[in-house]
């Protein structure tokens, strides 16, 4: 084993970058231990360097999952306060290792009547800045040091494996796939198809806003970083087939991820097998601790009515992302923009 010739200097460091794993066959996993560390560590560095932060700056995000845990360690490690904006769906494990941090959790009981509770979030955002002197924003959605940060996990993909066919992976805020992918294609001598993971019920390419079981991916509102002319294909996938997958992952590879990458996994398999020339890449960006009385747990599933034996092999392809129902579907997306699949203004 070859060792580190110097120590990392804090943990985001030492777990920045993800983990390549052979999947089998062209299939390679970039497994993170929290792929929002990537985002969140970049965003904050650069604005203190900046002078955005200052040492009575307050910062205050909106989130419900691991973007919120990914800056609660940094700024733990800078010694600045935080606040984040949350709603009921925030699990509790998460909630105390976020205040255990440092940070505080300021929960929105109600969504709003559009935009639901991301919407919500957003206003409560607002209203806690203009009440605070000096605050800062990461603005995941936003702010274009978002994708930006994602270079150096590009970097690291081409320094693993050369050049990378495919890139499947969750679509939530658009930081993740958009920034890799567009990294990987401006320094890459072959093209580099991108396969978008949503699911049902999420405004990102074309679906209404609906209640989601599936966390972790999709959206209620449209990011600005989300560059839908990136993407070759986008498939939907539910939470049951999602939540298998991930036992999959568990079972073949000894991979103890969450839901998010088992949505991924599932679909990266399949195009993988049908594309064996291309050295394919799947992006597995959440482990599977929080989930341990969840996903995990068969009684828990069964209770859910969220086990299920039966679920397709293949993805259903649709014509429009309107014919998309509630299983397994594919569309060709073919790096259009949102206006010219969807037709209308986002």
Same mark, same amino acid.
């Given at each position: ?7 990392? &200097?804090?943990?985001? $460091? %030492?777990? =920045?970058?993800? *983990?390549?794993?052979? +999947? @089998? ?61 949350? &709603?009921?769906?925030? $699990? %509790?494990? =998460?909630?105390? *290792?976020?205040?255990? +941090? @440092? ?244």
């Amino acid at each position: 084993m070859t060792l580190p010739s110097a120590p990392f &200097d804090d943990i985001t $460091d %030492a777990q =920045l970058l993800p *983990r390549v794993i052979h +999947l @089998g066959g062209n299939l390679y996993g970039a497994v993170f231990t929290l792929m929002k560390l990537v985002p969140a560590r970049h965003i904050l560095r650069t604005a203190v360097d900046s002078g955005e932060i200052g040492p009575r700056t307050l910062i205050v995000e909106t989130t419900s999952g691991t973007f919120g845990l990914a800056l609660a360690m940094q700024a733990a490690l800078l010694d600045r306060d935080l606040v984040l904006v949350s &709603d009921p769906v925030i $699990d %509790a494990a =998460l909630h105390r *290792r976020l205040t255990d +941090l @440092g940070a505080r959790v300021d929960i929105c009981p109600e969504p709003a009547e559009v935009g639901g509770y991301q919407e919500a979030r957003l206003r409560r955002v607002a209203e806690i800045r203009a009440s605070h002197p000096d605050t800062f924003c990461p603005e995941q959605y936003t702010n274009p040091e978002n994708p930006r940060s994602y270079r150096v996990v590009a970097d690291h993909l081409r320094g693993t494996l050369g050049e990378v066919g495919c890139v499947v992976g969750p679509v939530g805020s658009g930081g993740s796939m958009c920034g890799t992918v567009g990294a990987l294609r401006a320094s890459s001598s072959r093209d580099v198809r991108a396969i978008g993971v949503d699911t049902h019920d999420s405004v990102l390419f074309g679906h209404s806003d609906g209640p989601r079981t599936l966390r972790g991916l999709g959206n209620s509102l449209m990011p600005a970083n989300l560059d839908h002319t990136v993407f070759d294909e986008v498939h939907w996938t539910d939470a049951a087939e999602a939540f298998a997958a991930a036992r999959a992952l568990h079972r073949g590879h000894a991979l103890f991820q969450g839901p998010t990458s088992g949505a991924a996994y599932r679909v990266a398999r399949w195009w993988a097998e049908r594309n064996p020339d291309a050295r394919c890449v799947v992006m597995l960006p959440d482990e599977g601790y929080r989930y341990q009385d969840t996903l995990y747990d068969d009684g828990w599933l069964a209770a859910q009515g969220l086990d299920k034996p039966d679920a397709p092999l293949d993805p259903r392809e649709v014509a429009s992302p309107r014919d998309a129902g509630s299983s397994w579907d594919r569309f060709a997306w073919d790096r259009r923009t949102y206006e010219d699949v969807v037709g209308e203004a986002r």
